[in-house]
């Protein structure tokens, strides 16, 4: 027995279709009702999403392969269907979404720039694989500086991915990292800042989550530098700043899942006569200096101002904050910080050093010698660039926008959500 729906001719389970029927030789499996399956090229697919989602593995591609689905049982509306593949879909790296009730679609492999598109569709009036591109930025919340002799707070780790696929119909939770507290107590290190990620609305795993920053160190044994993001610098004396691994800024670590954002390493301390200074933190372009005099200097941000930079911004983000002063060899000065976020060091007649630049991941400068206390870090943020016609506007947190030609920005500074 067959029969049809839309435009799609499907045969019974066991039934295939010989080459001249209609379907183009199109050889039709029995009803899927798995949460995963894997395609094979030439086939055709009732899936049926009644009880749970379900997640297609596409094969490698071969120029001229086509693969057909259909929605079984009408349900693709509430139960989607994602497509995945290590090749393109739509020229993306992303995976596709199948959303639509009644839908059938045939996909064909075109090109290893392309690959994976949708070549016929039924019942559809917009497009079959709904997803749409987007340019997008987060960084993690930054660490504080060190107290007394304070190295500098790491920067948040900081990733950028361009033409990241957004799902039409899918809401993505955001949420923005908090920046280390300052710590008061004379003697301790800074604290480390807090992860922003973001992530499909009730989702098991996270799309990206860029760490906080790490901590810097202090001149107390035992006190020193933690990692994070990046590294925060390490206090006075022989420690060593945060050695955070991956100078690639986007990365996916063994055992996580989702993509990590991370960036440099925070210098080392100087034990040794004259200047005996900290390091500064880490940045998301560079590492933290080592101390010496100056002090150590905040590891770079990174500029996005081309893309990015909303009314008020400068557009850079992720710079580490600078070690503290020091008393020895007639005072050495404090380190400085780069744009980005970070603050220098704490001075002599300050002490503290100030707080980082909220909505910038920088990381703060640490106190100076003495009871010198690092300033907080500065939170995260999530910012994307997207076309205009594709925007829905459907929000809550109440982010900032504003248009660029073509373009729709929009800048999380708080906790919220985004509907594709």
């Known amino acids: 027995m067959s029969g049809t729906i839309g435009d799609n001719v499907y045969r019974a389970s066991g039934v295939v279709a010989a080459a001249s029927a209609a379907g183009g030789g199109t050889s039709w499996q029995a009803v899927e009702t798995g949460s995963t399956m894997t395609a094979v090229a030439g086939n055709g697919y009732p899936i049926d999403t009644t009880s749970n989602a379900c997640t297609v593995t596409l094969p490698a591609g071969v120029v001229g392969n086509t693969i057909e689905f259909v929605d079984y049982a009408g349900t693709w509306d509430t139960n989607n269907v994602t497509l995945t593949t290590t090749e393109k879909i739509k020229g993306s790296d992303s995976d596709g979404i199948l959303n639509g009730e009644r839908e059938g679609v045939t996909v064909t492999y075109v090109d290893a720039t392309q690959g994976w598109v949708a070549t016929s569709t039924a019942n559809e009036t917009t497009p079959a694989i709904k997803s749409y591109p987007v340019d997008m930025l987060i960084v993690g919340g930054g660490g504080s500086g060190g107290c007394g002799f304070g190295g500098g707070g790491g920067a948040g780790g900081l990733i950028y991915k361009t033409s990241h696929n957004l799902a039409v119909g899918t809401t993505y939770d955001v949420v923005i990292g908090a920046g280390a507290a300052s710590n008061s107590d004379d003697s301790s290190k800074g604290n480390q800042g807090v992860d922003t990620t973001w992530a499909i609305s009730g989702g098991a795993a996270f799309d990206f989550t860029a760490k906080g920053g790490g901590a810097g160190g202090t001149h107390t044994q035992g006190e020193d530098a933690t990692d994070g993001g990046t590294g925060g610098g390490s206090g006075r004396g022989d420690g060593t700043g945060g050695d955070k691994p991956g100078k690639e800024i986007q990365t996916t670590q063994p055992g996580d899942s989702g993509t990590y954002g991370f960036g440099y390493d925070g210098g080392n301390g100087s034990g040794g006569a004259p200047y005996y200074t900290a390091g500064g933190g880490g940045g998301a372009g560079g590492a933290g200096g080592n101390g010496g005099s100056p002090a150590g200097i905040g590891g770079v941000g990174k500029d996005y101002s081309a893309v990015f930079a909303t009314e008020g911004d400068s557009g850079w983000f992720a710079s580490g904050g600078g070690a503290g002063w020091t008393m020895y060899s007639g005072g050495t000065p404090a380190g ?69 030609g073509s373009y729709t920005l929009v800048e999380f500074t708080g906790d919220g959500s985004y509907t594709g």
């Open 336 to 404: 400085s910080a780069s744009a980005g976020g970070g603050t220098a060091g704490g001075t002599p007649s300050a002490g503290n050093s100030a707080a980082a630049a909220a909505n910038t991941g920088g990381g703060s400068g640490g106190g100076a010698a003495g009871n010198g206390h690092g300033g907080s870090g500065g939170s995260g943020v999530i910012c994307f660039k997207v076309l205009t016609a594709d925007y829905s506007g459907t929000t809550t947190g109440s982010p900032g926008t504003r248009t660029d």
